[in-house]
């Protein structure tokens, strides 16, 4: 049975966009926004709270960044804890229109944390240029990589692109386009390495038509990859992928089913969803493979929902982030414990149907 717990709810300020890692000392460490509204970044900062308890109990907040006025203001912060132990926190600096041709404003920035996220780095200045960054993914072999999206200048649909270090970040190679299709616009990315040269992109589609998810395969690192490829997650935006200690893979994300409208009526429901490999690196739909749990439903006639993060413990449960209104005024963050008896009841015996 699912578990909910309040991450954090401030009803003077919308809450949103988390995002969690476990530290290598045992905690949860949650990076989210503050801003005035999922429209409105007027006014922005980065906070950070933290649960010793496997996320019963949360820390009052304490800031990242600065707050900020009006134009670049911060977006979607991404977290991890690197093979080191150190903590890496991405996240988006926005200073025009996501869909402008200035692409140099679209800036990403590093933090670090050598102490397991109490003190962090001054913020690094990224090459990759996008909104809506990946968290930084260390490949088996050691490789790091950023990942982003913007608006092609000729096609004007959405572009995900690569780039990608060797030393730890002291150089940067890159761009490279995970995903770019005339008529698609492709974005959110989430990669997950499969093995030290083999890599899967799970794609949010954002023309809000209900399609479903999209993944891309890298046999090489990342440096090409091939076509577009759809995964039977319907109506899927802002997936969040990860491997379970079982060996089967987590997806969590948001259900946008388009259609008419877009405040109160656009999106209500968070998603969490169970696959494997062998549906990961299929070539088509038909020979994949989803089993989709229900997450939470927003209850707010105002609804906002639907990105995530999540961990494993090492005894198997998952603990999920979110940000939601539901019962509350502005938008909040809430936590879920979920393990895999949620998803299928631990037996021998399976039951097709006729």
């Not at 429209?39 to 304490?62: H, I, N, P, Q």
């Not at 093979?83 to 590093?110: C, F, M, P, W």
């Not at 990315?189 to 040269?197: A, K, Q, R, T, Y």
Request: aromatic content about 10%; overall charge negative; charged content about 20%.
């Amino acid at each position: 049975m699912i578990q909910q717990f309040t991450v954090s709810r401030d009803d003077s300020v919308y809450e949103a966009f988390p995002d969690v890692t476990l530290t290598a000392d045992g905690r949860l460490l949650c990076v989210f926004a503050e801003c005035t509204h999922h429209g409105k970044r007027d006014w922005t900062r980065l906070v950070l709270t933290e649960s010793a308890d496997r996320g019963r109990t949360w820390s009052s907040k304490r800031p990242l960044t600065e707050p900020t006025k009006g134009n670049p203001y911060w977006n979607c912060a991404r977290i991890t804890t690197l093979g080191d132990g150190r903590v890496a926190i991405i996240a988006d600096l926005i200073g025009t229109d996501e869909r402008s041709k200035d692409h140099h404003l679209l800036q990403n920035y590093l933090f670090l944390s050598i102490d397991h996220g109490r003190t962090w780095s001054e913020p690094r200045l990224l090459p990759a240029q996008g909104i809506v960054p990946d968290r930084l993914i260390e490949t088996p072999g050691g490789r790091w990589l950023v990942s982003c999206h913007v608006q092609d200048p000729v096609s004007r649909f959405l572009a995900t692109r690569l780039w990608y270090s060797d030393d730890q970040g002291a150089n940067w190679h890159g761009p490279f386009t995970i995903a770019h299709q005339t008529g698609l616009n492709l974005c959110e990315v989430s990669v997950l390495p499969v093995d030290e040269l083999t890599l899967v992109a799970l794609l949010r589609e954002n023309s809000f038509k209900g399609w479903d998810a999209y993944k891309t395969i890298s046999h090489d690192g990342g440096l090409t990859w091939g076509p577009p490829i759809t995964l039977p997650i319907p109506a899927c935006h802002r997936p969040v992928a990860g491997w379970l200690a079982n060996g089967q893979a987590l997806i969590t994300c948001r259900l946008m089913q388009g259609g008419k409208g877009w405040v109160g009526w656009w999106t209500q429901n968070t998603l969490a969803v169970l696959t494997d490999k062998e549906s990961l690196l299929a070539s088509s739909r038909e020979e994949a493979h989803t089993r989709i749990r229900p997450l939470d439903f927003d209850r707010s006639p105002e609804s906002d929902t639907g990105y995530t993060g999540w961990v494993q413990f090492p005894d198997g449960e998952i603990y999920v982030v979110n940000y939601i209104m539901d019962d509350a005024p502005k938008a909040q963050i809430r936590g879920y414990s979920l393990r895999l008896e949620d998803f299928v009841l631990p037996t021998t015996t399976r039951n097709w149907p006729a």
